[in-house]
């Protein structure tokens, strides 16, 4: 499902609510550009044979359609791939 989330009151972004995940996950160009720091320099890996960069962000924000709440530690990685899957559906 995709939903329009504002992150730190920035501007409406499209997010996928994965109703299996455990933690939430901001991709990394995302908050490179709202200005949130990303502290931790580990690596993810997933089915593939690649890994990737990860880090994680503290106090981070999020606002749907007036439900506001407030995440104490999200993951942060580069979601490139999927962001481009996600424009698609435009």
Not at 64 to 88: M, T, W
Request: with cysteine; charged share 20%.
């Amino acid at each position: 499902m995709f939903l329009q989330l504002r992150v730190n009151g920035s501007a409406p972004l499209w997010f996928v609510l994965d109703t299996g995940a455990s933690g939430t996950v901001l991709d990394a160009s995302h908050a490179k550009l709202l200005g949130i720091k990303v502290s931790g320099d580990g690596d993810v890996e997933g089915t593939g044979e690649n890994s990737a960069a990860a880090g994680m962000a503290k106090d981070v924000s999020f606002s749907l359609k007036g439900l506001d709440f407030q995440a104490r530690e999200i993951a942060v990685l580069p979601l490139s791939n999927l962001n481009h899957y996600c424009r698609a559906r435009d």
